[in-house]
């Protein structure tokens, strides 16, 4: 098989809003490139400059999104005639990385916090006066005395914080507080997202919620069923369910005024087209209206939380192949390994954890443009330490370590839509050293994340 430049864009779905590589092209030259309005970075030569396994991180991928997102939701909610208000929180536990949390709130995003700890980073902001006090703080995951503690703390500052109660600790503590709060219903309707459990741990069940009395201060009705909700109708449902619990819990509580429809908006990690966002905002915000009239009540005011979405295509990993195995198993539909500089337990735990898809191009494609079907092995001693591809083999450039005449020079590969919840999730098996960090804005190209010696690995582990 051979391939010229504008096939290579073709066969690795570059320069395709569907699947948010429209940032990315490749050049004459065969190298892939990144685009930010005029500037341009090319990512073999960050690669061979930063060294890798190399994460970067581009803030300006969030900032459109999110600035074409809310002016999505301005539009449909004007077309459809949806009177709530409507309000984006990024839930941090999808990427807490400074640079994407700034850019967000800058983008005027509101926030949730899972722990104490993502609230102590709020607090840190508010501190570096780098807090617009306009912005909304959700509190959701359970409450440790000194989240209660600290929740409590910011509300005395004047903080917008909104506890969502998930369990009956909790609700001993917030049910009477001076406070807003939400409560967290838990939705049984079977969605398709792989986090959708038939039995759910968060929240209180419709009736728990409905026989609790009522609540001097409740403002929010939350519900999460999952991320990566693969079928529009699987996001519709539940919000129905929601619906007809936050219009009766309103007759004892006529403070509610905002449901919170947690995450849930998918990527096209497998590049397939899902549901468009246009699609999904339009019918929800309908949804809303008709139960809402159909009771003859105001409209809600609508929360979403949607941090997959927003931050999974802002950075891609690089890595640089460093060996070449054949496969010499008949039954195998890879002829070859791949093995990288880098580990998909330890950067993409994913990958390992939930059999994560991700599209993977090479990085420079200028070889004699023949491919082969690979399969890709980590640098850990792990036998799990593998990505076998979308569809059972990655199809690469033919690339042989310890063939004669390559001649090309090293061959490096990209990892797209790694911006979501792999960071957090980060390993460090066998000790190898996570991927260095570097952010592209502007035309600048800053370091945010040294690459880490040995000695830097050994200090977690006491040494
Ligand atoms: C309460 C809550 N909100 C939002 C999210 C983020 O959802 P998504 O992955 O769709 O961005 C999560 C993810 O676990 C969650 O638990």
Redesign the pocket.
Known sequence: MNKSSKAAKKLWKIGSKDFNTQYFDYNKEGDLIIKEGHNIYNVRYLAEKFGTSLEILMPFVIEERLEDFLDLAAAISKKVEFKGKFFYNY?M??NQSKEIVMSVVGEGAHL?T?SYNELWMVKKMLEQEKFNPNIRILC?GPKTDSYINLIDELQHKGVKIFPLIEGPNELKFLQYSKYDVGIRLDIPVKASSR?NKPVDRFGFSAKEILDMGSFKNLKILHY?VG??IEKLNDVLIPIKYALDVYFKLKEKNPSLDTLDI????PIPYERTKGYPVEKLMERILKLVKTESEKRGLPHPNLIC?????MVAPAQITVYKVIDTKRIKHKASPATKWYVIDGSFMNDLPDTWAIDQKWAIAPVNNKRDGNLNEVWLAGSSCDSDDIYKGLKETLTLPVFDMNGENDGAGPMYIVVFDTG?YQTSLAAQHCMLSSPMKIVVENGHIVVVKKRESAEDVGKTFGW
């Open positions: 839930p536990k999808v949730e899972s959701s986090w999460h991320s990566q947690g995450g849930g908006m939380e949607w941090g997959r979405y979501a």
